[in-house]
Nanobody, 119 residues
């Protein structure tokens, strides 16, 4: 069974930074794609960023230049560094692991961590 445990959420003022971390269990981490999703109140869940085992990254346009996804295969962790945060970044952020079939398809989800950006 795969387990993903997020940490690092919280409340921050606009323009501030937060760093989300995700610890993955099992032996599947090194070969899997890792991604961060978010869901804001009243909105659909959306992919924010993902990273392959080889370090290839993807970001949605609204976070490009502000967010950075990285992973440490030796430690089974993936992080999301979020800078220049905006109120519209407020959401529950979910760590995921999955594979790419044309597009990224998450197979496992963490429990989520709340990020709140005040204006």
């Amino acid at each position: 069974q795969v387990q993903l445990v997020e940490s690092g959420g919280g409340l921050v003022q606009a323009g501030g930074s937060l760093r989300l971390s995700c610890a993955a269990s099992g032996n599947i981490f090194s070969g899997k794609v890792m991604g961060w999703y978010r869901q804001a109140p009243g909105k659909q869940r959306e992919l924010v960023a993902r990273i392959t085992s080889g370090g290839n990254t993807f970001y949605i346009d609204s976070v490009k230049g502000r967010f950075t996804i990285s992973r440490d295969n030796a430690k089974n962790t993936v992080t999301l560094q979020m800078n220049s945060l905006k109120p519209e970044d407020t959401a529950v952020y979910y760590c995921t692991t999955g594979r790419i079939i044309v597009a990224y398809v998450p197979e496992y989800w963490g429990q989520g961590t709340q990020v709140t950006v005040s204006s």
